[in-house]
């Protein structure tokens, strides 16, 4: 019997150098995989989509569980216009780490990216629902423009109203809301939201040619005409500053 288990005691002994290898062997390569993380993410701070792609596959391969790179992967193919690539990774990141919220928010942008308004409002409603998350007014914007799309326009500004009511300098909420109003053709709102929007936002050029459009709308052309310039002079090379251009001549200014 002593001898079983001095036998035994010298098993595990055995054993104790190769766990021990094992896990420092995990430990690096979750470093590396960091690291790599860290490379991918500075890429995507200056918008080479690709090269960060590259790095995150690499980190990937080091570390298949590290749901901060599964939604890295998610935010890059969004940006490359590959939105059902994205879907996949946001949902893997959520598999890994279902409390990862701010996962919510890409998942549900990947969604209005596809067009796919059933599935984004229940994403965002969902993520709406959580009182712990850090930015409510951004699934509150996103449901008054998923609501926009759906052509809900009264229950869109509900949403933009109550995002404003966490962050009431959300520019893009006032300029959801004055698209709402101008889709409602009550012009009178729809341009005190968009010169509240570009207020807050003065380089806000998407603002200045809905603005220009409502004002329009209501006849006060020389306003109008002010608005677009304001684009063209902003952004004069731009396909903005172009679309600006052919308002002035549709409205004969």
Same mark, same amino acid.
């Given at each position: 019997m002593r001898a079983k288990r001095f036998m035994a005691a010298l098993t595990v002994l055995s054993l104790l150098p190769a766990l021990c290898a094992c896990a420092q062997n995990k430990a690096a390569l979750r470093k590396e995989a960091e690291a790599t993380r860290d490379l991918a993410e500075a890429y995507m701070g200056e918008g080479k989509y690709?090269?960060?792609?590259?790095?995150?596959?690499?980190?990937? =391969?080091?570390?298949?569980?590290?749901?901060?790179?599964?939604?890295?992967?998610?935010?890059?193919?969004?940006?490359?216009?590959?939105?059902?690539?994205?879907?996949?990774?946001?949902?893997? &990141?959520?598999?890994?780490?279902?409390?990862?919220?701010?996962?919510?928010?890409?998942?549900? &942008? &990947?969604?209005?990216?596809?067009?796919?308004?059933?599935?984004?409002?229940?994403?965002? =409603?969902?993520?709406?629902?959580?009182?712990?998350y850090a930015s409510p007014h951004l699934p509150l914007h996103n449901l008054g423009y998923v609501h926009y799309q759906k052509g809900n326009y009264a229950k869109a500004i509900e949403y933009y109203k109550r995002a404003l009511e966490f962050a009431p300098e959300f520019s893009q909420s006032y300029r959801g809301m004055g698209r709402a109003y101008m889709a409602m053709r009550q012009y009178q709102q729809a341009i005190r939201a968009l010169e509240k929007a570009v207020e807050l936002a003065p380089q806000f050029a998407e603002a200045y040619l809905d603005l220009a459009e409502a004002y329009g709308a209501a006849g006060r052309r020389g306003e109008a005409l002010k608005a677009l310039n304001t684009v063209i002079r902003m952004l004069p090379q731009s396909a903005l500053a172009d679309r600006a251009r052919t308002l002035r001549m549709e409205m004969g200014l």
């Open positions: 690709r090269l960060a792609l590259r790095q995150l596959k690499k980190a990937e =391969t080091l570390n298949p569980e590290d749901s901060i790179v599964q939604n890295d992967l998610g935010l890059v193919y969004l940006a490359l216009e590959d939105p059902q690539q994205a879907v996949e990774h946001f949902e893997r &990141a959520l598999e890994l780490n279902p409390e990862y919220n701010a996962v919510l928010n890409n998942l549900g &942008a &990947a969604y209005l990216a596809m067009r796919q308004w059933d599935k984004a409002e229940e994403v965002f =409603t969902r993520l709406n629902h959580d009182l712990m």
